[in-house]
């Protein structure tokens, strides 16, 4: 790793917030390239995941988390557990909110949280670009949580990518100046084989019905470079044989469709040819078992 110029700046920042905010998309965006992977379902995302913007003035390291809420299950305390230790392991917190609704009694159980750590934090008003024509009561709403913690505030769309620049001008204005932790041109911590279970899984939340995306788990098998054609071999665990009947579909079409869609994402990411075969798997109740949850690579 090079070293830093005298008054380079660098830091972690942790993005937090609800379910379907907009977290992951906004690193995305402000990494340019998709490492994290989105959907309208909730808890799309499970582990924490470092995406990483260089500039000639900083480098910014995002930590992307799982949203919060109450947990129900072994899973989702796991994923609550995260979370706060993300706040506490970071430089600065961007906690972002929904500008298309009212601030909620979930954005103030994180608040609360976000109160209890030391670290600084900065409010992120997402999705101005899908805002009601009268955003009075919306805005007053966060105004007033942001004012009482004098917490500096930036409005733009992640979609869109509006704002962006002012949102991250006002990030870097608050990291210390630092090293370079990552080469200038790595973009993420996490390895390929990961983000390519991460693209298998995120088709299975847009394509199946709501009971299966829950409950899958994507292990990579293999990975083969050819000189002309990657091969990946993956595994969907699931639960239960019915949703291993949903996943394979109809003379194995839904498969299909998930396979071909994945294959596509996972050759925009490593700009190749990709050949990919899936299999599934029936292992059961592997979210209430911490030992499978650490075989399958999630932090417990
Ligand atoms: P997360 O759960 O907070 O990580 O949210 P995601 O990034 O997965 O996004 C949840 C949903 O909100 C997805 O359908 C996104 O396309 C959508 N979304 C994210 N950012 C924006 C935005 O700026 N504007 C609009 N209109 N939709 C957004
Ligand atoms: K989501
Ligand atoms: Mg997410």
Same mark, same amino acid.
């Given at each position: 790793?090079?070293? +830093?110029?005298?008054?380079?700046?660098?830091?972690?920042?942790?993005?937090?917030?609800?379910p379907n905010?907009?977290?992951?998309?906004?690193?995305?965006?402000?990494?340019?390239?998709?490492?994290?992977?989105?959907s309208?379902v909730a808890q799309t995302t499970r582990?924490?995941?470092?995406?990483?913007?260089?500039?000639?003035?900083?480098?910014?390291?995002?930590?992307?988390?799982p949203g919060?809420h109450?947990?129900h @299950?072994?899973l989702g305390?796991?994923l609550?557990?995260?979370?706060?230790?993300?706040?506490?392991?970071?430089?600065?917190?961007?906690?972002?909110?929904?500008?298309? &609704?009212?601030?909620? &009694?979930?954005?103030?159980?994180?608040?609360?949280?976000?109160?209890?750590?030391?670290?600084?934090?900065?409010?992120?008003?997402?999705?101005?670009?899908?805002?009601?024509?009268?955003?009075?009561?919306?805005?007053?709403?966060?105004?007033?949580?942001?004012?009482?913690?004098?917490?500096?505030?930036?409005?733009?769309?992640?979609?869109?990518?509006?704002?962006?620049?002012?949102?991250?001008?006002?990030?870097?204005?608050?990291?210390?100046?630092?090293?370079?932790?990552?080469?200038?041109?790595?973009?993420?911590?996490?390895?390929?084989?990961?983000?390519?279970?991460?693209?298998?899984?995120?088709?299975?939340l847009?394509?199946?019905?709501?009971?299966?995306p829950h409950?899958? +788990?994507?292990?990579?098998?293999?990975?083969?470079?050819?000189?002309?054609?990657?091969?990946?071999?993956?595994?969907? @665990?699931?639960?239960?044989?019915?949703?291993?009947?949903?996943?394979?579909?109809?003379?194995?079409?839904?498969?299909?469709?998930?396979?071909?869609?994945?294959?596509?994402?996972?050759?925009?990411?490593?700009?190749?040819?990709?050949?990919?075969?899936?299999?599934?798997?029936?292992?059961?109740?592997?979210? @209430?078992?911490?030992?499978?949850?650490?075989?399958?690579?999630?932090?417990?």
């Amino acid at each position: 790793i090079p070293q +830093a110029p005298p008054e380079f700046k660098s830091g972690f920042i942790g993005i937090i917030g609800r379910p379907n905010v907009g977290k992951s998309t906004l690193m995305n965006q402000l990494i340019g390239q998709k490492i994290a992977i989105t959907s309208p379902v909730a808890q799309t995302t499970r582990n924490r995941l470092r995406g990483i913007l260089t500039t000639p003035e900083a480098q910014l390291i995002f930590v992307d988390t799982p949203g919060i809420h109450k947990p129900h @299950h072994q899973l989702g305390e796991v994923l609550v557990q995260n979370a706060k230790i993300a706040i506490e392991s970071v430089d600065v917190v961007l906690f972002v909110v929904d500008g298309t &609704a009212v601030c909620g &009694a979930g954005d103030h159980f994180i608040a609360d949280l976000l109160i209890r750590s030391q670290t600084q934090v900065i409010l992120g008003i997402n999705k101005i670009d899908q805002q009601p024509a009268d955003t009075q009561v919306i805005d007053e709403s966060y105004e007033q949580l942001a004012k009482s913690h004098q917490w500096p505030t930036v409005k733009f769309s992640a979609k869109s990518g509006a704002a962006l620049p002012e949102l991250q001008q006002i990030l870097i204005e608050h990291l210390e100046t630092g090293p370079l932790y990552y080469p200038p041109d790595l973009v993420t911590d996490q390895p390929e084989r990961f983000i390519m279970g991460e693209l298998i899984r995120e088709q299975i939340l847009l394509l199946t019905r709501e009971e299966v995306p829950h409950s899958v +788990a994507i292990a990579i098998d293999k990975v083969e470079e050819t000189p002309t054609i990657t091969r990946v071999l993956a595994t969907i @665990h699931v639960e239960r044989d019915s949703q291993k009947g949903i996943l394979i579909g109809k003379g194995g079409s839904m498969l299909k469709a998930v396979g071909s869609a994945a294959r596509e994402q996972i050759q925009k990411l490593i700009s190749g040819k990709v050949y990919l075969e899936l299999f599934v798997k029936v292992q059961p109740k592997w979210r @209430h078992s911490r030992v499978s949850l650490a075989e399958l690579g999630y932090r417990v």
